[in-house]
DNA sequence: CCTCCCCTTTACGTCAACGTCAACTTCGGT
DNA sequence: ACCGAAGTTGACGTTGACGTAAAGGGGAGG
């Protein structure tokens, strides 16, 4: 527990583990959603600043914008809100939980009828080719690598 | 049945229906997204057109970009697909499978814990200031209009 | 000492998804 | 005939979230 609390990470690792960029760790950093500390010159992150990243990259999921992440660690982070600040936030925060429960009818719906399509294809390929069907993703590549050379692409970005 | 088929729609009918611009109904059509028919130079939405803005809206909403909805429009509408075209389109389509329900579980966790901080906020304002809690939004109304005389914001843009 | 390699900052570039004019045309009502 | 509302097509601007190139620091290994 404590052991684990006062790990440190270096930049680069914290990359690895959450697929994310050096550039976007720094970027996050002048958003004010990180705060590491400094050894030198170099980022120190602490285990609670591993908390937040997770946070930042499950709201990058989702599809907050920064700002609106920024606003909620703040919130979670429990930081100097008075009354006021917080009935400003309330209804705001209300807001994003029905926009959130909207989201999850709508991935509901998403991933009912793309995985229909999934089956459909399958079949289909099952059917009349099924020579490219276990494969299918080799072949894939294949086609694409003869298409396009461009073989760096370690992360979908999306949004 | 057919009666709800052959109804027809105006853009801006589209646009109330679904909270957008008539601009974004324009640039979804740039973008091969949809293809009203013509009344002289004036769009004339179908039913069909407006299935197609439902399943547009929903994947912005889950965070698809245009291209990626653009993609499973032509999958859903079954198109002009051959098995090529089927084993490219199969092991991607079977990614943003998984990434929904990455997605999903993201958001369930999400939902959690912004449901909690909304409690908590409310029994905090509740005991220090139960006067701001019931018009809480009345109240945060009033202290935005104070602060910037923006009235226009019809819709949050979010991406 | 030199060479790598990873780290840093600063600055400009990019891409998607529209918003925002500007400058019309078209249509129903008075 | 005229008005106003709603429609159209460009063209340019904006915002968010980084990417990328330039220019350099610092320490570990040979």
Redesign the pocket.
Known sequence: MTADDLRTY???QLCREFGA????L??YEDKGLLDPARK????VYSSKDRARLKLIMRG?RIG????EIHEMIDLYDRKEHNVHQMAVALPRHRARVDALKQQLEDIKGAIETAEEACDWMERTLAEHRPDLLPGAEDYARLLQERMNPDHSRPFQ?R?
Request: hydrophobic fraction near 40%; proline fraction near 0%.
């Open positions: 270096s930049i680069r960029t050096a550039r976007a720094r970027f030198g010159q170099t980022r990058r907050f914008t920064l700002a970005t949004a």
